[in-house]
Antibody
Framework: EVQLLESGGGLVQPGGSLRLSCAAS????????MSWVRQAPGKGLEWVSA????????YYADSVKGRFTISRDSSKNTLYLQINSLRAEDTAVYYC??????????????WGQGTLVTVSS | DIQMTQSPSSLSASVGDRVTITCRAS??????LNWYQQKPGKAPKLLVY???SLQSGVPSRFSGSGSGSDFTLTISSLQPEDFATYYC?????????FGQGTKLDIK
């Protein structure tokens, strides 16, 4: 059974930093791309960042580029998101999601339960 | 970036109704379109991928159609557990983007 368990969220002051983690199990972690998706309170889903299975390629939404860094450690089956220079608008539940693909599509077939990041003074 | 626009933003319907949600992409995305269902306080759940392929375990009352830039999600006969928010998502570009969501509630 695929499981994704996020951690590392919390209350942080504007300008501060956090590192989110997503512990993965139940699949061959290094074979799959992974993404972070966030959801501000009462708002919709926003894709934040993605990383290929090999870790060689990373992608970011314009809203976080230069402040967020996605990485992975296949020896620990763990995905990370380093978030710096936090702003109030970064307040959200952050989900990790497992990428999957077939011959004609890419999609998120498993999601974690989310970790809440609150940016406030 | 590819923009995704869903309509309607909210919808009231009754158990047994047939419901259609529309998603339009700002450019052609072939069939790289996915649909998710989200209930309050829960993570999203994949319903349909590749525009029309039903994820394993998803009831057959859900169906997806479309290609290019116009897509639909149809629920053929609403059940009580279907009242939720639905999101489309494009995966044509790795800068994945979601629609703004359609909240489906009970009439």
């Amino acid at each position: 059974e695929v499981q994704l368990l996020e951690s590392g969220g919390g209350l942080v002051q504007p300008g501060g930093s956090l590192r989110l983690s997503c512990a993965a199990s139940g699949f061959t972690f290094s074979s799959y791309g992974m993404s972070w998706v966030r959801q501000a309170p009462g708002k919709g889903l926003e894709w934040v960042s993605a990383i290929r299975g090999s870790g060689g390629s990373t992608y970011y939404a314009d809203s976080v580029k230069g402040r967020f860094t996605i990485s992975r450690d296949s020896s620990k089956n763990t995905l990370y998101l380093q978030i710096n220079s936090l702003r109030a608008e970064d307040t959200a539940v952050y989900y990790c999601a497992k990428d999957s693909r077939d011959s004609s599509s890419y999609y998120f077939d498993h999601w974690g339960q989310g970790t809440l990041v609150t940016v406030s003074s | 970036d590819i923009q995704m626009t869903q309509s309607p933003s909210s919808l009231s319907a009754s158990v047994g109704d047939r419901v259609t949600i529309t998603c339009r992409a700002s450019q052609s995305i072939s069939s790289y379109l996915n649909w998710y269902q989200q209930k309050p306080g829960k993570a999203p759940k994949l319903l349909v991928y590749g525009a029309f392929s039903l994820q394993s375990g998803v009831p057959s009352r859900f169906s997806g159609s479309g290609s290019g830039s116009d897509f639909t999600l149809t629920i053929s006969s609403l059940q009580p557990e279907d009242f939720a928010t639905y999101y489309c998502q494009q995966s044509y570009s790795t800068l994945y983007t979601f629609g703004q969501g359609t909240k489906l509630d009970i009439k």
